[in-house]
């Protein structure tokens, strides 16, 4: 007799955030009480160093970041946090890749043409190797999806060519301000979710 080969499929909760220290209003007893069954936790920038210290401090959980166009209180030391810009990691059975900053405005750091941010995903093919990514944390939204039509808030074509060749299931990111955190903006790219982090959200992923 013949059976079916099960199939097991891992599930995470990831508490992602971005652009406002919105989570530093609550205590940590009231943070650990929100948020206790949540895996791990993503940043997608523009908050201060001090902020993810105290959020990996109050949960207790791996904390994984790219900077934005802003970084705020630099000097903080998060050296215990994961800054994955650049870098493809492998984190509890998932591949992540991450991609710091945003379209260049002004002369600031962490800012990028769209021909140096290809520049950077080349550089980084070997990192990215084959087959397929499970998530991309960056700070800036593919172009056309979810971003403006300001120069800032633009975001960048070759992210499309990310989405095409390693297929993830899964891309969060920043840097579009929303009315609140409880406006949830999520745009389906082929079989991608890109979903805007602002505040925070509760994101839920199956693999």
Request: aromatic share 12%.
């Given at each position: ?47 201060s ?5 105290y ?24 050296s ?10 492998e ?5 992540i890749?991450?991609l ?12 990028y ?22 998530i991309v ?30 297929k ?6 920043g ?33």
């Amino acid at each position: 007799m013949f059976f079916k080969k099960r199939k097991y499929t891992k599930q995470f909760k990831i508490l992602a955030i971005s652009d406002t220290d919105i989570l530093e209003k609550f205590s940590i007893e009231q943070l650990r009480t929100m948020f206790k069954d949540i895996d791990f936790i993503m940043s997608a920038g523009d908050v201060s160093n001090h902020y993810l210290d105290y959020l990996f401090t109050a949960l207790g959980k791996d904390l994984i970041y790219v900077n934005g166009n802003h970084v705020y209180g630099v000097n903080h030391d998060i050296s215990f946090c994961k800054n994955i810009d650049g870098k493809v990691l492998e984190y509890k059975g998932l591949k992540i890749l991450g991609l710091d900053g945003s379209k260049k405005y002004s002369h600031g750091v962490h800012q990028y043409t769209e021909k140096e941010m290809t520049n950077k995903i080349m550089r980084n093919l070997f990192n990215l190797g084959f087959g397929h990514l499970d998530i991309v944390l960056s700070h800036s939204p593919p172009r056309h999806i979810n971003d403006k039509e300001d120069i800032t808030h633009q975001g960048f074509e070759i992210f499309h060519k990310v989405i095409k060749t390693f297929k993830p299931k899964l891309w969060l990111h920043g840097h579009i301000h929303l009315s609140s955190h409880h406006q949830n903006i999520e745009t389906k790219v082929e079989d991608t979710r890109v979903i805007n982090v602002y505040g925070y959200k509760i994101i839920e992923f199956k693999k």
